[in-house]
């Protein structure tokens, strides 16, 4: 080993210097070890047990439909723009409150949507929805 420049040392080296890929996983190995014991440590806690049956039944929807020329429907009755809001208050005073779902047709103005709404939040129906249908492929 001569620290003398040649041109035998001027070749590239083919192998891999194993030392730093060494030096890196031994420290891996070193913080896993370090970090693994506080990652499992959890309180020991004893949970109750429940039964899974429902106590209460799921509460029945009501379909409010609104026609073209904007007449009101709950459920397949008829109902008056101006009795709605009372028919739905009776609806909101059951426990479980059932959720409103609200069918408009596309060509209906948007003032019968609105009137619906206002109806049913007065009425205090906390759960509305509208029913849209999906677009074809």
Not at 130 to 135: D, I, K, N, R, S
Request: proline content about 6%; hydrophobic content about 45%; cysteine-free.
């Amino acid at each position: 080993m001569s620290f003398e420049a040649s041109e035998e040392q001027d070749e590239v080296m083919n192998e891999i210097n194993m030392t730093p890929l060494v030096d890196v996983m031994l420290v891996l190995l070193i913080i896993f070890i370090i970090t693994i014991p506080v990652v499992q440590h959890a309180v020991k806690v004893e949970l109750p047990r429940t039964s899974s049956s429902r106590d209460q039944a799921p509460p029945d929807n009501l379909q409010l439909a609104i026609d073209s020329q904007g007449q009101f429907f709950l459920g397949k009755q008829a109902v008056a723009a101006d009795a709605l809001e009372d028919a739905l208050r009776e609806h909101a005073a059951k426990d479980p409150q059932p959720q409103l779902y609200i069918r408009g047709d596309k060509k209906v103005a948007y003032e019968h949507v609105a009137q619906a709404m206002t109806a049913a939040q007065r009425a205090g129906l906390a759960k509305i929805g509208f029913v849209t249908e999906g677009q074809k492929p």
